[in-house]
């Protein structure tokens, strides 16, 4: 499951964190589990997860192990899933490119 399309117009390395992290939901994912899911270098990671978390994007856990988790508002409704799509591969390609 991806994150939201209103958040997929960040970078790529906080867009694969935030993918990463919408696909454990609930369970969240360590700082080593996310280096092991997105592919870039630990310091981009490090750069992503700040600038999520300074737009209130994902939460911090401490406990014994310190685990990220999506907000709810990244999360997509799987019962939304079920909708028909409302642009096609030339809607996405547009938007992605800001035309």
Known sequence: MAAKPEYRDRPDVEVAVLDALVDRGDEGMTVLELRAAVDADIDAIEDALSALKADSLITVESGD???????????????????????????????????
């Open 65 to 99: 192990r310190v685990r990220v988790y999506p907000h709810d508002r990244v999360v997509p409704d799987p019962e939304a899933d079920d909708e028909e799509p409302t642009g096609g591969i030339v809607d996405a390609i547009r938007d992605r490119l800001g035309l």
